[in-house]
DNA sequence: TTGAAAGCGCTAACAG
DNA sequence: CTGTTAGCGCTTTCAA
């Protein structure tokens, strides 16, 4: 039944030929003759040689042909594009990706890299959910070169795959100002996220410039899933003088939103943060990007660390469009 | 700068045991005197010892704690909620997902297979996208566990865990007979895929008793994207006598098909099948199940094969159910 | 152009 | 309870 896979050794006294022979032959190395190549290559297709990656990796120094990869949830749109987009940038170059969900939780996060690394893995791409990125940047200088996607850490200086989110966040309100809205609204996730801030920066930076000190008084954070986002939308529309307009800062939540705002005669306008699959049936005006890049150029920037550059550290920023559509509606009349 | 991770050798010279000591306190194996493991385990502390998976894995026989996941992309919702409940199922007998797409294409998906077994997994999760399982079986006899998920291979006798496709469709179909639907289209993948099969079989089977041989006259079989469904909807629309509802047979095809429809005034009924985000929010009638479930099943069919479990294949089938909303509207009671 | 020897880090097997 | 020995499959010296 299961006869096990010959090795590099059988293939050598196949062909009877030294192991180091075979070595060469199989990883394409020169100063082989024709003609033993020629044997060794009949030997291991006969036998049905396979070269052990275990044993190849294993070696000295070795690290494996594995990324790994950690996001909160590999089910959300989001971080499977960036999946994607990592994936096959490391296609070619002959990498696999280990792939893990952190849950969001940092104690879940550091078990994962510890285990990667266990792992040997050559390299780590991580939208982390932890503050605290002393493990990571340990690694980092034991030898693992780590790329932070999505949130940049503040406690360390490492490269990071960002997108311009306070920038993203500006196009979104000073359109929906344009459009005559003052009473804009922001249902958003937990304070503690970096990328969280930066758009709540850009919201305050244009609406303040708007409706001044008054900025803060429709800003609902702390949803950090489908259900908190609707309650919390729930809540603005509950208010004496809700919003006329509301903005997400993440797929999830404008999901959350849309759950209550579907079907209602007085929907306020909508902008959300992230495109999605349906954003163009719905007509959901958004702030648009390509997670599929993100993880593309992370990919490559660890390349990059894993070829030996050992430039300082680099910060790219992804650009962010917004994409508007019929959500955020006709110009608002209605007296304040 | 790069000091490099201690070996277990390292320890045992730290604390003064063998290395096999240092094996059986960092293993928690029994019998080691409670203060040697205590010096042991202050020693690795010190050092920062972090046993090599490689090394440990790679040893005579030993596999990789590493389970292989095959899927079409890893960004479609269908199979990525596939890889969340393998995963969950898998962490806590410590196994990690090694997760790669074929791009439903069986060159790559063979490259896939090839690169995964000479890494050693433990087991093989596969969404195939190839006909012929010559390859897999074959590693399959050679030790390494296969189960297929949502396609059931003809070729081999192997574990497979499906949905209830037949039985799926014909609920969808009977629900839109019963409000009185007779010309109803339906937009389907790719003939090879048995999935599809599955369900075009589920459809004829409720519209033959319905319309008699004139089951076939709407159906589109083909699309493989979303560009593809939403031509083929396109083209059921500008029929003669165009359908008064229309089924799609996945979610990509449901996205097309949206796409199509969304504000015609005389857009047909929809009934999708798998459910997706916003089904609800859209109102859209869905053959809904749970694709966590399948990674789930999947894996814990898979985990019990490394066990040893060598008991015939077993074939595990999803339930499936009809999720009515909107789209699937009010009793037609115009004449044919 | 080819080969021999050594060793990666760990754990079974077998003593003590 | 603890230690010794051997070896997993491969590649890197170094030598022929």
Known sequence: MSNPRPTLQAVAERSGVSMKTVSRVVNGE??????????????????????????????????????????????????????????????????????????????????LVTQLVDRRVSGLLVVSADDDHAQLDEERRRGTPVVFLDRAPTDVDADTVVLDNADGMRQAVGHLLE??????????????????????????????QAVGGDWERYVRSGSHDVRAA????????????????????????????????????????????????????????????????????????????IGGDDAPARHHVLPVRLVVRRSSGAPVTTAS
Chains 1, 2 share one sequence.
Request: glycine share 10%; proline share 5%; net charge negative.
């Open 30 to 111: 020169r100063y082989v003759a024709a003609d033993t190549a020629a044997r060794v290559l009949a030997a291991a297709e006969e036998l049905g040689f396979r070269p052990n990656a275990l044993a190849r990796e294993f070696r000295a120094g070795a690290r494996s042909a594995t990324i790994g990869l950690i996001t909160g949830d590999v089910a959300n749109p989001f971080y499977s594009r960036i999946a994607r987009g990592a994936e096959h940038a490391l296609r070619d170059p002959g990498y696999s990706l280990l792939s893990a969900s952190n849950d969001e939780e940092p104690a879940r996060e550091r078990t």
């Open 179 to 208: 459009r005559g809205h003052r009473r804009i609204g922001l249902v958003g996730d937990l304070s503690r996220l970096s990328t969280h801030r930066e758009r709540i920066d850009g919201f305050r930076d244009v609406m303040r």
């Open 230 to 305: 609707a309650e919390a939308t729930t809540s603005l529309l509950a208010e004496a003088d809700p919003p006329t307009a509301i903005v997400t800062t993440n797929n999830r939540i404008t999901t959350g939103a849309l759950g209550v705002l579907a079907g209602r005669p007085d929907a306020p306008a909508l902008v959300g943060f992230d495109d999605f699959d349906l954003a163009d049936v719905l007509g959901i005006t958004v702030v648009a990007h390509d997670p599929d890049e993100m993880g593309r150029v992370g990919a490559e920037e660890l390349l990059a660390r």
